[in-house]
């Protein structure tokens, strides 16, 4: 039987190489447990009846099925989704992988191979022979071209049964949890939908461009007035280059009210507004922000804007203020300067153009004050269902005995929907921006149970823990690469009766349950916790990216 080792399976998503630990994340991430299951269920091939004294013209043929050439085109099928969106296809009797931007589960298509990377290939789509099984019409106009809804034309029940499909495969190939058992039944539970599959962000961040950027297929019509100038989204795989756009059903409508008074005017000659080149390092306009909150007295949006620049001009922004502070729901308009030559959007000074300089949003029953720069969940209406999943995990007593130790907590939004009913939450973020506005929204909220310290949880010391009592829950909230080695080894020696874990990445949270449960062999660590569930939570609808939330107790 002709089939790819799973050790052979590089990494696809890109990590911390310093990290030890990060190996077996990286062997496994997108590609090993969609391996495993095709090496278990492959059909015999021409190949495996090649007489073994032939082994020079056997490893011949070997060679030119498995590995396609560059600029090879190809007839292909998807056979389903991996981490990051992209479409997983097989050659046809040779079992080699090949991975396809854009291409969706049952879709036929001719696609044409750009690179191999030993163990498997990627290629691109040239032409769709048959659709998908559950195709659907995208309703953005830029689906198709943007990086960011990927997934649009696939109907929304595929989609949700493509991420639980692979939180499960990481869990059991990368995790090493056996899914033949009973108990897995009851562990794994089925995702929690989003209701809302549109205008649930409630922060989206254009950039200004010199260099618009066309698909090939509109070339033709560019503008015959010449114009380059761009605000939107960058085209995927370019730095330079700006996708025009000017509605994002994303985000709210009032924002999109916004975007669109601004592309209305910001070109006018008159103006004498330039958008920033990153190749040359000119040009003014860097950024726009829109951010959408509540008013938590009378329930009404509220949005604030704010045009990140290379410098402080006031006047220069004078026109674009007066065309979008008339409307309604806009009540904040900042000014962040950044003078780097980087793309970053926070600035090194910030100024109000207009009304106040931050906004509210509702969650939990608290009131969250937001900055330009803060950082808070991008769908509050989700965030909400999903802080009331980590709260049922938690499994408060009800008596208010118990302390939290919330680690990553970001400004402090877990910890603080939990504070009222527990003892003191002490709440760790490298961050010192967030940890102040955690202070400040536990100060808005009357919440005096809660001590939020800066501190790095990647670099960790061996008295990290004596200045709070022991935890009775441990909330962990880490950003993509999971937790450091050095944490998981402080939390097994801590040994906390409960642990939830909060990922916004499956892979790395399942080499870190891994860890927990059944140690470390490596470095003769020996785990202590039992997976009692682990839930997937939709958060952003049309793409791939999938929270998970994760009990474990102490055995």
Same mark, same amino acid.
């Given at each position: 039987?002709?089939?790819?080792?799973?050790?052979?399976?590089?990494?696809?998503?890109?990590?911390?190489?310093?990290?030890?630990?990060?190996?077996?994340?990286?062997?496994?991430?997108?590609?090993?447990?969609?391996?495993?299951?095709?090496?278990?269920?492959?059909?015999?091939?021409?190949?495996?009846?090649?007489?073994?004294?032939?082994?020079?013209?056997?490893?011949?043929?070997?060679?030119?099925?498995?590995?396609?050439?560059?600029?090879?085109?190809?007839?292909?099928?998807?056979?389903?989704?991996?981490?990051?969106?992209?479409?997983?296809?097989?050659?046809?009797?040779?079992g080699f992988i090949l991975m396809c931007d854009r291409a969706l589960p049952g879709e036929r298509f001719i696609g044409r191979v750009t690179r191999r990377k030993g163990s498997y290939a990627e290629v691109t789509k040239l032409k769709t022979i048959s659709p998908h099984w559950d195709i659907v019409d995208a309703p953005c106009e830029y689906a198709s071209y943007c990086g960011g809804c990927k997934t649009q034309n696939l109907?929304?029940?595929?989609?949700?049964?493509?991420?639980?499909?692979?939180?499960?495969?990481?869990?059991?190939?990368?995790?090493?949890?056996?899914?033949?058992?009973?108990?897995?039944?009851?562990?794994?539970?089925?995702?929690?939908?989003?209701?809302?599959?549109?205008?649930?962000?409630?922060?989206?961040?254009?950039?200004?461009?010199?260099?618009?950027?066309?698909?090939?297929?509109?070339?033709?019509?560019?503008?015959?007035?010449?114009?380059?100038?761009?605000?939107?989204?960058?085209?995927?795989?370019?730095?330079?280059?700006?996708?025009?756009?000017?509605?994002?059903?994303?985000?709210?409508?009032?924002?999109?009210?916004?975007?669109?008074?601004?592309?209305?005017?910001?070109?006018?000659?008159?103006?004498?507004?330039?958008?920033?080149?990153?190749?040359?390092?000119?040009?003014?306009?860097?950024?726009?922000?829109?951010?959408?909150?509540?008013?938590?007295?009378?329930g009404l949006l509220e949005l604030m804007v704010n045009f990140v620049t290379s410098s402080y001009e006031p006047d220069l922004l004078k026109p674009l203020v007066e065309k979008v502070s008339v409307i309604p729901e806009v009540v904040s308009i900042m000014n962040n300067v950044n003078t780097s030559v980087g793309n970053t959007s926070v600035g090194e000074e910030e100024y109000t153009l207009y009304g106040k300089s931050s906004?509210?949003?509702? !969650? /939990? #029953?608290?009131?969250?004050? &937001?900055?330009?720069?803060? @950082?808070?969940? +991008?769908? %509050?209406?989700?965030?909400?269902?999903?802080?009331?999943?980590?709260?049922?995990?938690?499994? !408060? /007593? #009800?008596?208010?005995?118990? &302390?939290?130790?919330?680690? @990553?907590?970001? +400004?402090? %939004?877990?910890?603080?929907?939990?504070?009222?009913?527990?003892?003191?939450?002490?709440?760790?973020?490298?961050?010192?921006?967030?940890?102040?506005?955690?202070?400040?929204?536990?100060?808005?909220?009357?919440?005096?149970?809660?001590?939020?310290?800066?501190?790095?949880?990647?670099?960790?010391?061996?008295?990290?823990?004596?200045?709070?009592?022991?935890?009775?829950?441990?909330?962990?909230?880490?950003?993509?690469?999971?937790?450091?080695?050095?944490?998981?080894?402080?939390?097994?020696?801590?040994?906390?009766?409960?642990?939830?874990?909060?990922?916004?990445?499956?892979?790395?949270?399942?080499?870190?349950?891994?860890?927990?449960?059944?140690?470390?062999?490596?470095?003769?660590?020996?785990?202590?916790?039992?997976?009692?569930?682990?839930?997937?939570?939709?958060?952003?609808?049309?793409?791939?990216?999938?929270?998970?939330?994760?009990?474990?107790?102490?055995?």
């Amino acid at each position: 039987m002709a089939t790819v080792p799973t050790y052979y399976v590089k990494h696809i998503i890109t990590t911390n190489p310093k990290l030890y630990f990060l190996h077996r994340v990286e062997k496994f991430q997108s590609l090993a447990c969609l391996l495993h299951n095709q090496e278990q269920q492959s059909k015999p091939t021409q190949l495996d009846n090649v007489n073994k004294s032939s082994e020079n013209n056997r490893d011949a043929k070997v060679t030119s099925s498995f590995f396609p050439k560059r600029g090879q085109n190809l007839e292909l099928v998807c056979e389903s989704l991996a981490f990051k969106g992209k479409g997983v296809c097989k050659v046809e009797d040779s079992g080699f992988i090949l991975m396809c931007d854009r291409a969706l589960p049952g879709e036929r298509f001719i696609g044409r191979v750009t690179r191999r990377k030993g163990s498997y290939a990627e290629v691109t789509k040239l032409k769709t022979i048959s659709p998908h099984w559950d195709i659907v019409d995208a309703p953005c106009e830029y689906a198709s071209y943007c990086g960011g809804c990927k997934t649009q034309n696939l109907s929304y029940e595929a989609q949700l049964r493509a991420k639980e499909q692979q939180v499960r495969e990481l869990i059991v190939h990368v995790g090493r949890f056996s899914d033949k058992t009973p108990e897995f039944l009851n562990t794994m539970k089925a995702i929690v939908p989003c209701d809302e599959q549109f205008h649930y962000r409630n922060k989206m961040e254009f950039s200004f461009g010199s260099q618009k950027w066309l698909p090939k297929n509109l070339l033709e019509d560019k503008q015959e007035d010449g114009q380059t100038y761009a605000l939107g989204l960058h085209a995927p795989g370019f730095f330079d280059k700006v996708l025009n756009v000017n509605k994002c059903l994303l985000q709210s409508k009032p924002a999109n009210m916004v975007l669109e008074a601004i592309q209305e005017c910001w070109r006018h000659p008159n103006f004498g507004l330039t958008p920033y080149d990153t190749r040359c390092h000119t040009g003014f306009l860097k950024h726009l922000m829109l951010r959408t909150g509540r008013n938590p007295d009378t329930g009404l949006l509220e949005l604030m804007v704010n045009f990140v620049t290379s410098s402080y001009e006031p006047d220069l922004l004078k026109p674009l203020v007066e065309k979008v502070s008339v409307i309604p729901e806009v009540v904040s308009i900042m000014n962040n300067v950044n003078t780097s030559v980087g793309n970053t959007s926070v600035g090194e000074e910030e100024y109000t153009l207009y009304g106040k300089s931050s906004i509210t949003e509702m !969650l /939990r #029953g608290l009131i969250f004050k &937001i900055s330009a720069n803060s @950082f808070f969940q +991008t769908n %509050t209406g989700q965030a909400d269902v999903l802080y009331k999943l980590v709260e049922d995990c938690a499994g !408060l /007593r #009800g008596d208010g005995s118990e &302390i939290v130790l919330d680690l @990553f907590c970001g +400004t402090g %939004t877990i910890g603080l929907t939990l504070a009222k009913r527990v003892k003191h939450v002490y709440g760790y973020e490298v961050v010192p921006q967030a940890i102040s506005d955690a202070q400040q929204n536990a100060k808005l909220n009357g919440i005096s149970n809660a001590t939020f310290i800066q501190g790095d949880l990647n670099k960790i010391s061996d008295t990290f823990g004596s200045d709070f009592p022991k935890p009775d829950i441990v909330i962990s909230d880490p950003n993509r690469p999971g937790m450091h080695l050095k944490l998981i080894k402080y939390l097994l020696k801590l040994k906390a009766p409960r642990i939830v874990y909060v990922s916004c990445n499956p892979a790395t949270c399942a080499r870190d349950l891994d860890y927990l449960c059944h140690g470390i062999k490596e470095q003769n660590i020996k785990g202590c916790y039992e997976l009692k569930s682990i839930q997937p939570v939709d958060m952003f609808p049309h793409t791939p990216h999938i929270e998970c939330i994760c009990q474990l107790e102490l055995c």
